[in-house]
């Protein structure tokens, strides 16, 4: 079973993951309201098991790779470690 997939990273690195995620949510959906859903499923979410991850796991690719963008070098790494601790194809990755 993976340790680090769902050890929790420091306060900074899951608010910034946090913080950026709602960023790229507020400019996708040609609804509002799509992007309001998103946005109140992770607004007050809490730095607990696995919910670092779950953040990254509603973007597909290539909006992961927009949100990778957007994050330090410290919190790519965070969530590089826990996707490869987690079984995801090291080609899968693009933090």
Do not use: C, H
């Not at 995620?21 to 309001?36: C, F, H, N, R």
Request: proline share 5%; aromatic share 12%.
């Amino acid at each position: 079973m993976p340790k680090l997939y769902y050890t929790p990273q420091s306060d900074e690195q899951f608010n910034e993951l946090k913080e950026k995620a709602i960023e790229l949510w507020s400019t996708m959906g040609d609804e509002p309201s799509y992007s309001k859903e998103k946005i109140s499923r992770i607004k007050y979410i809490e730095n607990v098991g696995d919910n670092f991850l779950f953040m990254v796991a509603m973007f597909d690719i290539f909006n992961q790779q927009k949100l990778a963008d957007k994050l330090s070098i410290g919190t790519r790494m965070a969530v590089r470690e826990r996707m490869i601790d987690g079984g995801n194809p090291p080609e899968y990755i693009v933090f």
